[in-house]
């Protein structure tokens, strides 16, 4: 896992001590699924086999980080960042990735 330490450290100085994560909610979870194939797919991948041309972290191991929670993704995904494109999400939008990325990192 490559990720960009301007990357760990945001997510790090976003974490908070929440104890287990609940599970997410199934439907708003595929509802994330289909939202990142739309706009994340071109840079990320989602726990499936890595490939080489797609260098941005996995999905999977984002969800997976001790670090990620639901806040650090809603506050990550409203922040714009340097090689990311501008995508603007409306809320749910954002609550939908996040619970999708949750559950790819089993929480």
Request: proline share 7%; charged share 15%.
Given at each position: ?107
């Amino acid at each position: 896992m490559n990720l960009r330490p301007a990357l760990l450290t945001t997510f790090a100085s976003l974490a908070i001590a929440t104890g287990a994560q609940s599970a997410q909610d199934p439907q708003l979870a595929q509802q994330g699924r289909l939202l990142a194939q739309s706009l994340c797919a071109d840079c990320h991948t989602f726990g499936g086999a890595r490939r080489s041309d797609r260098p941005s972290p996995d999905f999977a191991d984002v969800g997976a980080m001790a670090q990620t929670t639901a806040l650090s993704l809603r506050v990550f995904l409203r922040t714009p960042h340097a090689n990311m494109p501008d995508i603007i999400l409306e809320p749910a939008q954002i609550d939908a990735l996040s619970a999708f990325i949750l559950d790819l990192g089993g929480k």
